[in-house]
């Protein structure tokens, strides 16, 4: 149908001139707000586990997508499909064929929305998502989030007078943005809060400004589970403040401490049982990442299979708790460092 710049989604969604496919990719922060406000404008009061659904890469199967797509809705005209990245790199033509068509007859009353905010790592991977891209753009809306400075400004001076009262004016908003040139717009709402902090005028000004860090140290994520499962708590604890400061999404920190939590689980069931753990690459997708397993045999070597799932049922009641409650995300993820933290 069309390809579509941030503007017009926009004046589409007022208009509530809805389609029945979405692929949304580019700048992370937008990519999550606009699915979330498709969703929301689309089902309302209607978001339940009949009506919403939300699937990552890992757990795709184009076979069981393509039913859900087909249901009928519960109790509303809608339903509403978050497919969270596309596995390219685990597709073959065959997949990427039958994904197509899949896209190609999505019924009135689905609405599927592609987030893509993974990048991918090779130029193989990358045509299978530039094919899917013009399939949307045939049989839906694609939008590409860019990062122009008239959008994200946009957002800063929201932000500062919806969450601070604070007037930023479109000047100081683009000095911002130059002078902080590497950080995501999650990161530059953090300088936006510690300026409007610092402020004690209603209209901040250009002294104001200096508050802002412009050279950021930008922490791996995956050094956060290492440093819990080694035991290192306080090191641990000071990294994740000091990434959700950074503005990392509290729900793929979770993510990601689950995921080395999974392997662990997988790699202690077999050696219990005294089999040996490459046969974990026959049955689940640790093709090419192999390290995982080494890594998972290295990490539950001296753990218990009841404390690894403890572990697991800590972070998947983290999780709900990130995602159902208004209890502050920091407090959340502080409180499952620190219980991670003790072993049986």
């Not at 929301?40 to 997508?65: A, P, R, T, V, W």
């Not at 697991?312 to 219980?339: R, W």
């Amino acid at each position: 149908m069309a390809k579509m710049n941030l503007s017009e989604l926009k004046k589409s969604i007022s208009e509530k001139n809805f389609r029945n496919l979405y692929f949304l990719t580019g700048e992370e922060y937008f990519v999550s707000k606009f699915k979330k406000i498709i969703s929301d404008c689309l089902l309302g009061e209607n978001q339940n586990d009949f009506n919403m659904f939300k699937i990552s890469s890992e757990n795709l199967d184009i076979e069981k997508l393509e039913i859900n797509i087909d249901t009928y809705p519960i109790g509303s005209s809608k339903k509403c499909i978050i497919l969270n990245n596309l596995p390219a790199e685990q597709w073959n033509d065959n997949d990427l064929e039958n994904f197509e068509k899949l896209l190609k007859n999505i019924p009135d009353f689905t609405v599927l929305i592609i987030a893509q905010t993974e990048k991918m790592s090779s130029a193989k991977n990358s045509n299978k998502i530039k094919k899917i891209e013009k399939a949307c753009d045939n049989f839906g809306v694609y939008v590409n989030f860019t990062t122009e400075k008239s959008n994200i400004q946009s957002e800063l001076i929201d932000y500062a007078e919806k969450n601070f009262e604070k007037i930023l004016s479109k000047n100081l908003a683009e000095k911002l943005i130059n002078k902080c040139q590497n950080h995501s717009v999650r990161e530059l709402f953090n300088e936006v809060k510690k300026i409007c902090e610092f402020e004690t005028e209603k209209t901040i000004t250009e002294k104001s400004l200096s508050v802002a860090n412009e050279s950021k140290e930008k922490i791996k994520i995956f050094a956060l589970p290492k440093l819990i499962l080694a035991g290192e708590t306080a090191k641990a604890l000071e990294m994740l403040n000091t990434m959700l400061d950074q503005g990392e999404d509290p729900i793929a920190l979770i993510a990601i401490i689950s995921g080395e939590y999974i392997d662990m689980f997988r790699v202690k069931a077999l050696i219990n049982s005294g089999r040996p753990t490459s046969i974990l690459t026959e049955i689940f997708d640790y093709k090419s990442k192999e390290f995982r397993i080494k890594n998972a045999e290295s990490n539950c070597r001296n753990r218990s299979l009841n404390d690894i799932k403890r572990g697991l049922a800590l972070l998947t009641n983290a999780d709900k708790k990130l995602k159902s409650t208004t209890i502050s995300s920091k407090l959340i993820l502080n409180e499952i460092v620190i219980k991670l933290s003790y072993n049986d």
